[in-house]
Structure formats: C-alpha cells, structure tokens
C-alpha cells in the first residue's frame, strides 16, 4: 500500500522559530512536493523536487527552503516562522516521466505560528 | 499563466446525482485532474482526462471539453461519504513530468439525508 507520511499532524510554533517539516515516501518516486492549502485558496505549490539534491521553487517560495538528501524524504523549512505561515501543510510524491500520474499526499501537517 | 475556478460550495440530497463544474484558463494543456479531499485527510485521485468527452468510473464520472476549457465531475447516488472537498487542478504548460499542479480552491459538497 502506498503511503506518503508526514511526521506530525499538529505543530505549534512562536513566531522567528525554525521549523522542519518532514516528509517520507515508500513508492521511490523521484518528484516530491510541498504544498499549502489555505480556505478559499486551495493548494498552493511552495516548492518541488524531482531528484535528490535537486529543487525547484513552486507559487510561493518566499520565507521557505527544502532539503532532499535521500530520494526517499523531502524536508520543509521555515528559516524564521511567521503569523502568516500558519497553514495546512500537505506532502505528495510522484512518478516522473508521466505527466498522467497521480500524485499521492500525506494526511498534512497544520501548522499554527503564535 | 493559469486559471481555475470552481464553486465554493454545493449541497445534494442522499440518493440524488450532482454535477461540480471546474473551468480553466491555461496556456497549454495537459490534462485535468479531480481529486477528493475528506474533511482532515489526505487528497486522493479520482481522475484525469486529456481528451474531450466522458470517462465513468462507477458512480464518478468526469467530463473534458478543451475547446471550452471546461470540466465537470458528476456524482450519481451519492451517499453521505460523498461528502468532501472536489479538488480540479491542472498540469502548467511545459511542466514535462514533474507533475506540479495548479488547483483550483476546491468545492465543499455537503450530502444530506
């Protein structure tokens, strides 16, 4: 069964902390996301990754950066939190080369900066 | 760039059928997805089209036309677990396979008795 897992559902943070996300897949798919869904706006892409070590920046990458040593697990940070960070926090992994594929998430983290 | 827009919210009977409609502007198209989104859970895979016309897959159905650049998800019978956010969301142009998407806000459908 396939699964993408996201370290914590619920984070309380204050506010200039850092802050990791962590995210891991099972299926070795090569691209990995990171996406924030906020009512109204939907999902919103912050930043991805096809390969290790490679990164792209999504919609809205400000104020984030990611990590992605192993194929297996892409990490979010937030170099220094804001109140305008909190927000649902939703993983996904793919298969590349396919642009058909779906992509399978994580149950998300929600994050709330105080 | 792209555009995509769908109704905020829907309500339907138990047993009854509804239509979610998603519209979209893209440069270039690669397909659309839906995607269903239970209240705190993880968004799954419906379905993707990328040819004009209607694919069913047993109660869900989607519906592509690119000249409109429309969409529209029908649910038949629904049941009260039908009950969740539908998620439409597109590839960017040019995007090869990296399958980044862009989603539209989602529709909260609510079924009731």
């Known amino acids: 069964d396939v699964k993408v897992t996201q370290s914590s559902r619920y984070l309380v943070k204050r506010t200039g902390e850092k802050v990791f996300l962590e995210c891991v897949q099972d299926?070795?798919?090569?691209?990995m996301f990171w996406y924030r869904q906020d009512p109204g706006l939907g999902l919103r892409l912050i930043y991805f990754?096809?390969?290790?070590?490679?990164?792209e920046k999504g919609d809205i990458p400000e104020g984030y950066s990611v990590s992605r040593e192993k194929k297996e697990r892409f990490s979010l940070i937030l170099e220094s939190a804001s109140t305008n960070q909190t927000s649902m926090y939703l993983c996904?992994?793919?298969?590349?080369?396919?642009?058909?594929?779906?992509?399978?998430f994580g149950q998300g983290t929600r994050l709330t900066v105080v | 760039g792209q555009n995509i827009d769908q109704p905020t919210e829907m309500t339907a009977t138990e047993g009854a059928i509804v239509q979610i409609n998603c519209t979209y502007q893209?440069?270039?198209?690669?397909?659309l997805f839906w995607y269903q989104q239970h209240a705190g859970e993880a968004p799954t895979f419906l379905s993707y089209?990328?040819?004009?016309g209607l694919e069913e897959k047993g109660r869900f159905s989607s519906f592509l036309s690119r000249s409109k650049g429309y969409s529209y998800l029908l649910l038949k019978e629904l049941q009260m677990k039908d009950s969740a956010s539908y998620l439409c969301?597109?590839?960017?142009?040019?995007?090869?396979?990296?399958?980044?998407?862009?989603f539209g806000a989602g529709t909260r459908l609510a079924v009731h008795p």
């Open positions: 893209t440069s270039g198209f690669n397909g």
């Open positions: 299926m070795d798919h090569e691209n």
């Open positions: 089209n990328v040819l004009d």
């Open positions: 996904a992994s793919s298969l590349r080369n396919t642009i058909n594929t779906e992509a399978f």
């Open positions: 969301a597109v590839p960017p142009p040019f995007s090869g396979g990296y399958n980044k998407l862009i």
């Open positions: 990754s096809y390969d290790v070590k490679m990164k």
